[in-house]
């Protein structure tokens, strides 16, 4: 029992420290061969494969710069609000059949939407406390942003729980059949769409947007703290492409013995983690109106009308 | 159904603590790492250059900002007044997301019973849906959704 939860946990922390490094390093070679350069090729040797491991040195030695206008407790606090919610989000998604995931909770669905709310916080403590305009700027783009993509988010999970029948993010998988890739095609490419918006990733990056405000409510960050959420960012990718593998692509689910499940899971979320790499250099940053429009008057409304048609099939299967 | 009990509970508060424990950890060798030279002007607010401390003793940024006038010390101003004037068109989407969150926590719950009450638990949750999809399209219609 003891020796299971030490298991368990040093299982989702290895995934939490392993997996981004991965995504963060495939997005530094994916951006570079997608713009005809080569990406770091120094670190480590071949293919700068210790690129990461070397930046993280790197932000260990920083000097720790507080502004003196600063709210500094408040400061020092956002980085852990934006990065340990996607952490104990890990530990409900299931890698394989079975035993193979952290925490089967009956309401798992629930507490992971709930744990992805937590950003919005994050993002206006650190944007106030920072006290700049740039910060403040972005946090209230941040903010409206992330409050307005929570709606279909949560629209399109619930979607899948009225599929399935249940919370619980393991049953959700088992309920899954390929039927599902056509009939909940609409709340996977909401929820998608939403999850990208939730961790501010182009083209929904406009409270960060670098060319008109600095860095968003990151300005005035430096050194380890940056880094950290620096590092959330990569794990929001992580998390999102994993809920939507499990949510709305089957998970384990595939062509293979069932002990080889996880591979499919992992598979998954790294196709999905890459077509997020892929929009950063595809897209162009959408504007806050054209952003709130295509929440308000695409997205909201789509989940709707799948929600709907979810809840009739449902009943009629 | 399966149940789950305390013991999942338990593995999600280890996890929570482990997190704090990473950010303490990373912190504090950090802190051992970490060079430490505090200057006023590293902790002025970053003001793409230009000195925005109205007291502020002149540091070396300052006077690189003003070289040519030769003033002993830069204006002493903000970049902008204190107190400015921001449109904040983002309240009304508040409002919106709070009716809308409200259905949400009513939503999981019944997902994941409405199997059991048939087609009237869906009639009703399709009326409630219903309604508030009216609001937004009143709040559409009012354009409330268009930015001004």
Known sequence: MLLELIVKVAAVFAAFLVLPLLVGQTEHKLMAHMQGRLGPMHAGGFHGWAQ???????????????????????????????????????????????????ANLDMGLFIVV?????????VLMAGWSSANKYTLIGALRGAAQLMAYELPLVLAAASVAVAAGTLSLPAIVEAWNPWWLLWQAPAA???????????????????????????????????????????AEYVGIVVISALTAVLFLGGWRGPGPESLGWLWTLLKTGALAAVVIWLRVAWPRLRVDQIQALCWKGLVPIALAQLVLTTAVALAV | METSGPADYLTFGVLLLTGFAFVAVAMTANRILR????????????????????DAPPGRLASLAYPRTGAASPPRDHVGKDWAQVQIRYYVYAFLFVLFAVEAVFLFPWAAVFRAFGTAAAVEMGVFVGVLALGLA?????????WR
């Open chain 1, 114 to 122: 709930a744990l992805v709310g937590v950003g919005v916080l994050a």
């Open chain 1, 189 to 231: 490419l909401v929820f998608f769409t939403a999850g990208l918006a939730e961790i501010r990733r182009p083209p929904f990056d406009a409270p960060v947007a670098d060319s008109e405000l600095v860095f968003g409510y990151l300005t005035e960050y430096a050194g380890l703290r940056f880094a950290l959420l620096l590092l």
């Open chain 2, 35 to 54: 060079p430490s030279a505090p200057s006023a002007d590293k902790a002025q607010t970053y003001e793409c250059g230009v000195d925005p401390a109205p």
């Open chain 1, 52 to 102: 990461l491991i070397a930046d993280g040195v790197k932000f260990a030695q920083k000097e720790d710069l507080v502004p003196d206008a600063a709210d500094k407790p408040v400061f020092k606090l956002a980085p852990a609000v934006a990065l340990l919610p996607y952490l104990l989000v890990i530990l409900f998604i299931p890698l394989g059949p079975g035993d193979l995931v952290g």
């Open chain 2, 138 to 146: 009143y709040a559409w219609r009012k354009g409330v959704l268009r």
